[in-house]
C-alpha cells in the first residue's frame, strides 16, 4: 500500500526555522519526482517546491525561494523540506505528494495527510 | 505563471442530478508535439488530503467511479459528476502542468447537495 507520511509540524516564531519529513512506504521513492504543496487555513492550494527523483533538480515558488530548501534521502525512503526564515503568511498544512513521473512537475497521484505549521509571536 | 480560474466558486445539486465544475486557463495547456491537455483535477473532502481523479484532462484514474468524466482542450475544461452522490461532496481544483515545474492550481470549487 502506497503511503506517504508527513511529521515535523508545530507552532514557531516569525523568522525561526523548522524541518518538515515526510516517510514514503509501498513504492521505491527514488523511481518519482516528489513535491510539497501547501494549504493556508480555509484557502486552496499552493504549490510549494519539486524534487526529482534524483535530487539534482530542485524548483521553488516565488514565495519561498531562497527561504525553503527541498531535499530527499532515497537510501531512507524520506522526503524533507527546511523551512528558514518563516513568516506568518507561511502557515499552512504542508502536503507531500508523489509526482506520477520522474520527472520534474506533473500531476499528484498520492499525497499524505499533511502536517500542520503555524508561525506566531 | 499560468492562471487557473474555476467557476463557479461553490455549486448545490440535487442528488442523483449533474454537476459541471468549469476551468480556464490564461493561456493554452495544449501542448503541440504531442497533442496532449496538461490539465488535472483533484476531489477533497472534508479533513482529507487531495485526490487525484482526472490527469491529462480526460484520463480517469483506477478507481475513479465513471460518473466523473473530463473534458476539453487548450484553455477551457470541464469536470462533469454525471449523477450526484452524497459521497461526492468535496472541493475540486483543476491544476496545470504545461508550465512544469511550476504548476498551478485552480481557486477549488465547493460542491454541495441542494
Known amino acids: 500500500q502506497v503511503q506517504l507520511v508527513e511529521s515535523g509540524g508545530g507552532v514557531v516564531q516569525p523568522g525561526r526555522s523548522l524541518r518538515l519529513s515526510c516517510a514514503a512506504s509501498?513504492?521505491?521513492?527514488?523511481?518519482?519526482?516528489m513535491q510539497w504543496v501547501r494549504q493556508a487555513p480555509g484557502k486552496g492550494l499552493e504549490w510549494v517546491a519539486v524534487?526529482?527523483?534524483?535530487?539534482?533538480?530542485?524548483h521553488y515558488a516565488d514565495s519561498v525561494k531562497g527561504r525553503f530548501t527541498i531535499s530527499r534521502d532515497n537510501s531512507q525512503n524520506t522526503l524533507f523540506l527546511q523551512m528558514n526564515s518563516l513568516r506568518v503568511e507561511d502557515t499552512a498544512v504542508y502536503y507531500c505528494?508523489?509526482?506520477?513521473?520522474?520527472?520534474?512537475?506533473?500531476?499528484?497521484?498520492?499525497w499524505g495527510q499533511g502536517t500542520l505549521v503555524t508561525v506566531s509571536s | 505563471d499560468i492562471v487557473m480560474t474555476q467557476s463557479p466558486d461553490s455549486l448545490a445539486v440535487s442528488l442523483g442530478e449533474r454537476a459541471t465544475i468549469n476551468c480556464k486557463s490564461s493561456?493554452?495547456?495544449?501542448?503541440?508535439?504531442?497533442?496532449?491537455?496538461?490539465l488535472a483535477w483533484y476531489q477533497q473532502k472534508p479533513g482529507q488530503p487531495p485526490k487525484l481523479v482526472i490527469s491529462?484532462?480526460?484520463t480517469r484514474e483506477s478507481g475513479v467511479p465513471d460518473r466523473f468524466s473530463g473534458s476539453g482542450s487548450g484553455t477551457d475544461f470541464t469536470l462533469t459528476i454525471s449523477s450526484l452522490q452524497a459521497e461526492d461532496v468535496a472541493v475540486y481544483y483543476c491544476?496545470?502542468?504545461?508550465?512544469?515545474?511550476?504548476?498551478?492550481f485552480g481557486q477549488g470549487t465547493r460542491l454541495e447537495i441542494k
Open positions: 491544476q496545470q502542468f504545461y508550465t512544469t515545474p511550476r504548476i498551478t
Open positions: 493561456q493554452s495547456v495544449l501542448y503541440s508535439s504531442n497533442k496532449k491537455n496538461y
Open positions: 491529462w484532462a480526460s
Open positions: 505528494a508523489r509526482d506520477r513521473y520522474e520527472s520534474t512537475g506533473t500531476f499528484f497521484d498520492c
Open positions: 509501498g513504492f521505491t521513492l527514488s523511481s518519482n519526482a
Open positions: 524534487i526529482s527523483k534524483d535530487g539534482s533538480s530542485k
